[in-house]
């Protein structure tokens, strides 16, 4: 389970990086349509990387408990922990906005966001992704 866990988290991951960077190569932004359809699509699977994400890095901030006073070993998993709390936080809010229709969403503070939710989510969900695939072996 670890290592398909980690192989979602590593596609979803990389589909969110690529199209973060290439939606302004095909999808001209209008009034209408402010992002692109596949959003709706990409939006799903990053629900389920941050739920994903929460708790394999809760399972692994449990485990990896340090057996000296050195705390050499707490970074990675409460690093990815309180990362993934934040990224869905973040998406979370922007999400129901996004469906409420209650928010300005031609805003340069709400592109700005959706922005640090995808490059952050696409880089914790590889990094932890590889990380979930190599514990497994």
């Given at each position: 389970?670890?290592?398909?866990s980690g192989v979602l988290l590593?596609?979803?991951?990389?589909v969110?990086g690529?199209?973060?960077?290439?939606?302004?190569?095909?999808?001209y932004?209008t009034?209408?349509?402010?992002s692109?359809?596949?959003?709706?699509?990409i939006?799903?699977?990053m629900?389920?990387?941050?739920?994903l994400?929460i708790i394999?890095?809760y399972?692994?901030?449990?485990?990896?408990k340090p057996?000296?006073n050195?705390?050499?070993e707490?970074?990675?998993?409460s690093?990815?922990f309180?990362?993934?709390?934040?990224?869905?936080?973040?998406?979370?809010?922007?999400?129901?906005?996004?469906?409420?229709?209650s928010?300005?969403?031609?805003?340069g503070?709400?592109?700005?966001?959706w922005l640090?939710?995808?490059?952050f989510?696409?880089?914790?969900?590889?990094?932890?992704?590889k990380?979930?695939?190599?514990?497994s072996?």
């Amino acid at each position: 389970m670890k290592k398909l866990s980690g192989v979602l988290l590593i596609l979803v991951g990389l589909v969110t990086g690529i199209h973060t960077v290439i939606e302004p190569l095909y999808h001209y932004s209008t009034e209408t349509q402010p992002s692109s359809p596949y959003w709706g699509i990409i939006n799903i699977a990053m629900i389920v990387a941050i739920v994903l994400g929460i708790i394999y890095s809760y399972r692994n901030l449990k485990e990896d408990k340090p057996q000296t006073n050195s705390c050499r070993e707490c970074p990675s998993p409460s690093f990815y922990f309180y990362g993934f709390v934040v990224i869905g936080l973040l998406f979370f809010h922007n999400y129901f906005d996004t469906i409420t229709d209650s928010y300005e969403k031609d805003s340069g503070a709400f592109i700005l966001l959706w922005l640090i939710i995808d490059v952050f989510l696409a880089v914790f969900s590889v990094s932890l992704g590889k990380s979930l695939i190599q514990s497994s072996d």
